[in-house]
């Protein structure tokens, strides 16, 4: 039996974790007021225009951290792991696990990027780590 937590996938965040299995990070988008949106949601949250996908830089600014001691369902083995919340160039903002920083090397404001997992069987297809470069 596995220990990783299951994805829970619908028609509208499809698209996404489609995107995530190709290592792309997509974000709606409503062009009718120029803004993007994430989590995936069947309608815009700022018009009535229909949303379109499209592929977002994956970088960002990481603005709160948390070190969880108590594991959500398939992160039992991690404990304690890091999670943060990254507020993305497009905008909007996006809760992962960080990685590759380790123990307090963490800090709000420091630039960020997607990263994936370099093998199978890792419990989350996706994280943030420290961007090389200013922030």
Request: aromatic content about 14%; glycine content about 10%.
């Amino acid at each position: 039996m596995s220990n990783k937590a299951p994805l829970i996938i619908t028609d509208t965040s499809r698209p996404f974790w489609e995107a995530i299995a190709r290592r792309e990070l997509l974000l709606q988008y409503d062009a009718g007021a120029d803004r993007y949106q994430f989590y995936p949601r069947p309608i815009s949250l700022h018009t009535t225009e229909q949303l379109q996908w499209r592929k977002a830089s994956g970088y960002g600014v990481l603005i709160a951290a948390t070190r969880t001691h108590f594991a959500a369902a398939g992160f039992a083995d991690r404990i304690p792991y890091w999670e943060g919340l990254i507020k993305l160039d497009e905008g909007p903002r996006i809760f992962a696990p960080l990685g590759g920083a380790g123990e307090d090397g963490w800090q709000l404001g420091m630039r960020m990027r997607i990263a994936w997992p370099e093998k199978n069987g890792e419990d989350h297809p996706f994280w943030f780590e420290a961007a090389p470069g200013p922030a």
